[in-house]
């Protein structure tokens, strides 16, 4: 991670969730890789620094695991609705042009929908994820880095 996650929370919500970027495509994440319990699908929306310019909250279909309030998301998927921004104007996105750093409540996120607020005052609308996990698949499973 390239920028200290830490230096956003100052003026943020209270901390919610862990999340995972899974960059594993072909892994559908039926089971969740820490504790191997069923995930469910829960419809999250997470906040996206982009490019470092502004803030892209996007109401995303991820994997969800409640015993370990671990959110999953397809890095893929991402990619594919960062792509259609202008900022990339056809241009491939890269992991390191987007930081995925939150999630914002509905309330928030209707409220900064109806109001379009600037990056600045987004940000204090969303709830941080307590803490970013990294899973790599090995050929005898899964492993926490
Ligand atoms: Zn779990």
Redesign the pocket.
């Known amino acids: 991670m390239k920028k200290s996650f830490y230096q956003l929370i100052k003026n943020m919500q209270q901390p919610h969730h862990y999340f995972w970027l899974n960059p594993y495509k072909e892994m559908a994440f039926t089971r ?6 069923k ?1 469910m699908v829960r419809k999250k929306r997470l906040a996206i620094d982009v490019l470092n310019k502004t803030i892209l909250l996007a109401n995303v279909t991820n994997k969800y ?4 309030d ?1 959110i999953i998301t397809g890095q893929e998927k991402i990619e594919k609705i960062l792509s259609q921004l202008t900022y990339f104007d056809n241009k491939t996105v890269q992991p390191d042009d987007y930081f995925i750093f939150g999630t914002i409540g509905r309330t928030n996120y209707n409220k900064s929908m109806k109001q379009g607020l600037y990056p600045s005052d987004c940000i204090k609308l969303v709830n941080p994820f307590i803490d970013k996990l990294h899973f790599k698949i090995r050929p005898a499973g899964w492993y926490k880095d």
């Open positions: 969740c890789p820490k504790c191997e319990r995930t695991c409640t015993g370990c671990l």
